[in-house]
């Protein structure tokens, strides 16, 4: 199982950048050094998260990799009208 680190930009609904680590310490002695670094600006987002692949990563936190649109849109086709 790898980690994934992401920092997200909410203000701006954009994933800022995205890292893959093998060593889930490194991953996280790595987050809070992005959290030191960002500590002023709490629009930024950073976290650490463990999955077997990306992908997977991009099922269940689509939030961090789509536009508030996108994920509207996802809803509505998963919810059609009857």
Known sequence: ???????YDRA???LLAEREFSDNGAALKE????????MRNKD??????EADSAAAIRRT?????RTAAE???DL????PER
């Open 31 to 38: 987050r809070f050094r992005l959290e030191r670094e960002h």
């Open 1 to 7: 199982m790898n980690s994934y680190l992401l920092v």
């Open 61 to 65: 936190h689509a939030r961090y990799f």
């Open 12 to 14: 701006r609904g954009k």
């Open 71 to 73: 994920l509207i849109r």
């Open 44 to 49: 930024i987002e950073i976290v650490v998260l």
């Open 76 to 79: 509505a086709d998963a919810f």
